[in-house]
């Protein structure tokens, strides 16, 4: 299943879980000093394309 | 679908600046807006910011913290950090304009505080740094100087409640 996620900031990115766990977890922690985790990751993930 | 949101009590808000031939502009790797970094993990707030700026955008020219205030249950501190124009790269960028400052009574806040407000503020802190300090002055260019004339000079201040 495609995901998409966005921070607060702007940034988006999408993909299958894998792949948006571990651009989330790297955004916030390179760009925000935070340590996300799967389930915060997870919790904030809507499918792709949906309003 | 609830954006991740920085969270903890102290934020650190940044504003990424980059002089140009036409005037500051605003920018960043979070866009051109307040650029907003978890801080206090037992690390010292200006630490946490230069790590994460200076690995964003190499070489900055100044970084220095201007105001904090207190907003959604956290302390708020806010840094200015200069960066050359040749980094902005594909960031995003807006121009800097004047505004009015959100100003208290003696015994009350003001109502509300814009971000144009607390970069405002920013900048107659950086204004009276150019003055003050000899560090912010070398690290400036004359463009810099010729901007933070129109602007009076102003310390580091609590904004708001």
């Given amino acids: 299943m495609q995901y998409e996620l966005t921070c607060a900031c702007g ?15 790297d955004h916030g922690r390179k760009l925000h000093n935070m340590e996300v985790t799967r389930e915060q990751a997870m919790a904030m993930a809507g499918p792709a394309g949906a309003d | 679908m609830l954006p991740i949101d920085v969270e903890g009590p102290v934020t650190a808000e940044v504003f990424t600046l980059a002089m140009t031939d036409f005037g500051p502009l605003l920018t960043g790797p979070c866009g051109p807006a307040p650029w907003l970094i978890e801080a206090g993990h037992g690390e010292h707030p200006i630490d946490t910011v230069r790590r994460l700026a200076g690995s964003a955008m190499p070489g900055l020219r100044l970084l220095h913290s201007t105001s904090w205030r207190f907003e959604r249950g956290a302390v708020v501190l806010s840094f200015l950090v200069v960066m050359d124009e040749s980094r902005i790269g594909e960031f995003e960028t807006v121009p800097v304009h004047r505004v009015d400052l959100a100003r208290s009574t003696a015994t009350e806040a003001p109502p509300a505080i814009g971000y144009e407000q607390v970069l405002e503020h920013a900048l107659r802190h950086l204004a009276w740094l150019a003055k003050e300090d000899e560090a912010v002055r070398v690290a400036l ?20 409640g």
């Fill in chain 1, 11 to 25: 940034w988006t990115t999408s993909g299958d879980e894998e792949e948006i766990v571990e651009a989330a977890q």
């Fill in chain 2, 141 to 160: 260019d004359d463009r810099w100087h010729d901007l933070l004339e129109g602007y009076v000079p102003e310390p580091f201040l609590q904004l708001g």
